[in-house]
């Protein structure tokens, strides 16, 4: 793997912003537009017009989610670190105020979305970022104490307890999949003891297998993605039209638009199951392209939280961690969910899914990484992981830090 310290890896603009993480955004973000648009085109009802509306409103959320990439990108890392506990019990407070009686908007048996005046926004998404923010937090602040049980395990498996019932009670298990999945891949990159971590997966494996089979619809969906084909016009009508679409793409796909399952077979085919659409318009080769943007994208979240410790910034680095592997968890999760590997989760799969919450989040969270990217390369940071600001030498051009031999 390339160093960190070769000048190629951050390579960057006079803004100080990342050329490869730029490229990859841009390439996440079209790909999704165009995606949705052919996922989309064809429900014109009664209309003889193509259906662009949808498009339209996705075009909007991709702007709002690049002013919201911008200003975090300009945001001083240290202000996420200080204020990271806040954040978190803001969002706590959203999913909270989402269970009372007449405020949230119920879909499909599911309490997840808050209304204002026709704008729908899902608490539980931004739950995800603040939680990853959350965590390098506490990742940073107990990095010595990382190697006792209470320290390490017991205090942060507290705040997910709490997090966990109030996303288990819209219900949203796949949220909270991805959140557990994600502060537990951090906490192993952040050093906790690996026999903690084995002790927790066990319990978290327990707790869910649990939940399972306590819940009738969580059994149902298990029992349809193990045998789909059992009941094909019922519990697993989803999923046999999702490996339908898959299987008619073949190696090269049918041709971009020419999807017949979105033609009203697909449930969900332009957020959840859009990636069976992917599938069966371009193939076997559309569905590895997308495998192939997202493991760049751990990639470069890597690199980039691997640049951060070496220039001794334990928060950014953290932070970056985090960023890249919940992007890639969830996005892996909805692959898995489309292909028929893992049952239905009602997860979408990042900036290319139709969605406003989803799309500005996603965004969200390539600004942090370009804000560590920028930080940097500006300033150094302290040991306790928050920046010490300096006063840059005029027209010096900014350029990695070589690590020591």
Request: with cysteine; aromatic share 12%.
């Given at each position: 793997?390339?160093?960190?310290?070769?000048?190629?890896?951050?390579?960057?603009?006079?803004?100080?912003?990342?050329?490869?993480?730029?490229?990859?955004?841009?390439?996440?973000?079209?790909?999704?537009?165009?995606?949705?648009?052919?996922?989309?085109?064809?429900?014109?009802?009664?209309?003889?017009?193509?259906?662009?509306?949808?498009?339209?409103?996705?075009?909007?959320?991709?702007?709002?989610?690049?002013?919201?990439?911008?200003?975090?990108?300009?945001?001083?890392?240290?202000?996420?670190?200080?204020?990271?506990?806040?954040?978190?019990?803001?969002?706590?407070?959203?999913?909270?105020?989402?269970?009372?009686?007449?405020?949230?908007?119920?879909?499909?048996?599911?309490?997840?979305?808050?209304?204002?005046?026709?704008?729908?926004?899902?608490?539980?998404?931004?739950?995800?970022?603040?939680?990853?923010?959350?965590?390098?937090?506490?990742?940073?602040?107990?990095?010595?104490?990382?190697?006792?049980?209470?320290?390490?395990?017991?205090?942060?498996?507290?705040?997910?307890?709490?997090?966990?019932?109030?996303?288990?009670?819209?219900?949203?298990?796949?949220?909270?999949?991805?959140?557990?999945?994600?502060?537990?891949?951090?906490?192993?990159?952040?050093?906790?003891?690996?026999?903690?971590?084995?002790?927790?997966?066990?319990?978290?494996?327990?707790?869910?297998?649990f939940m399972v089979t306590l819940s009738p619809y969580r059994m149902v969906r298990v029992l349809s993605f193990t045998d789909p084909f059992a009941d094909p016009f019922n519990s697993g009508f989803q999923l046999v039209q999702a490996l339908i679409a898959v299987g008619r793409g073949e190696l090269f796909g049918v041709g971009l638009g020419g999807s017949i399952q979105k033609l009203y077979y697909l449930p969900h085919a332009n957020n959840d199951f859009i990636l069976a659409i992917v599938g069966e318009e371009l193939g076997f080769f559309g569905i590895s392209f997308v495998v192939f943007l997202f493991g760049t994208l751990l990639w470069l979240a890597l690199q980039t939280a691997r640049y951060a410790e070496q220039?001794?910034?334990?928060?950014?680095?953290?932070?970056?961690?985090?960023?890249?592997?919940?992007?890639?968890?969830?996005?892996?999760?909805?692959?898995?969910?489309?292909?028929?590997?893992?049952?239905?989760?009602?997860?979408?799969?990042?900036?290319?899914?139709?969605?406003?919450?989803?799309?500005?989040?996603?965004?969200?969270?390539?600004?942090?990484?370009?804000?560590?990217?920028?930080?940097?390369?500006?300033?150094?940071?302290?040991?306790?992981?928050?920046?010490?600001?300096?006063?840059?030498?005029?027209?010096?051009?900014?350029?990695?830090?070589?690590?020591?031999?």
């Amino acid at each position: 793997m390339t160093s960190l310290s070769n000048e190629g890896f951050l390579e960057h603009n006079r803004l100080g912003v990342n050329m490869w993480l730029m490229g990859l955004f841009a390439v996440l973000l079209m790909f999704g537009l165009l995606m949705v648009y052919s996922s989309t085109v064809a429900n014109s009802d009664k209309s003889l017009q193509p259906e662009t509306g949808l498009l339209f409103r996705q075009f909007l959320h991709v702007c709002m989610g690049l002013l919201l990439t911008a200003a975090i990108a300009f945001t001083p890392i240290d202000l996420w670190y200080r204020f990271g506990k806040q954040i978190l019990i803001i969002a706590m407070i959203a999913l909270i105020v989402l269970l009372i009686p007449g405020v949230g908007h119920e879909v499909n048996g599911s309490t997840r979305w808050i209304s204002i005046n026709g704008i729908r926004f899902q608490p539980a998404e931004f739950a995800k970022l603040a939680m990853v923010i959350y965590a390098a937090g506490y990742l940073t602040r107990m990095r010595a104490r990382l190697d006792t049980f209470s320290q390490g395990i017991v205090m942060i498996a507290i705040v997910m307890a709490v997090l966990g019932l109030l996303l288990l009670a819209q219900p949203d298990f796949g949220s909270f999949v991805v959140i557990t999945a994600t502060v537990g891949v951090m906490m192993f990159l952040g050093g906790v003891r690996i026999w903690h971590m084995l002790l927790c997966v066990g319990v978290v494996a327990c707790a869910i297998t649990f939940m399972v089979t306590l819940s009738p619809y969580r059994m149902v969906r298990v029992l349809s993605f193990t045998d789909p084909f059992a009941d094909p016009f019922n519990s697993g009508f989803q999923l046999v039209q999702a490996l339908i679409a898959v299987g008619r793409g073949e190696l090269f796909g049918v041709g971009l638009g020419g999807s017949i399952q979105k033609l009203y077979y697909l449930p969900h085919a332009n957020n959840d199951f859009i990636l069976a659409i992917v599938g069966e318009e371009l193939g076997f080769f559309g569905i590895s392209f997308v495998v192939f943007l997202f493991g760049t994208l751990l990639w470069l979240a890597l690199q980039t939280a691997r640049y951060a410790e070496q220039a001794g910034q334990l928060f950014a680095a953290r932070l970056a961690e985090g960023i890249g592997v919940f992007l890639v968890i969830q996005a892996l999760i909805n692959i898995g969910v489309n292909l028929g590997v893992l049952p239905t989760k009602g997860l979408t799969l990042p900036f290319i899914s139709y969605g406003g919450s989803s799309m500005l989040v996603c965004c969200a969270a390539v600004g942090f990484l370009f804000a560590v990217q920028r930080q940097c390369l500006e300033q150094p940071f302290t040991k306790a992981g928050v920046h010490t600001p300096i006063r840059r030498v005029a027209g010096t051009r900014l350029r990695t830090t070589r690590r020591p031999t």
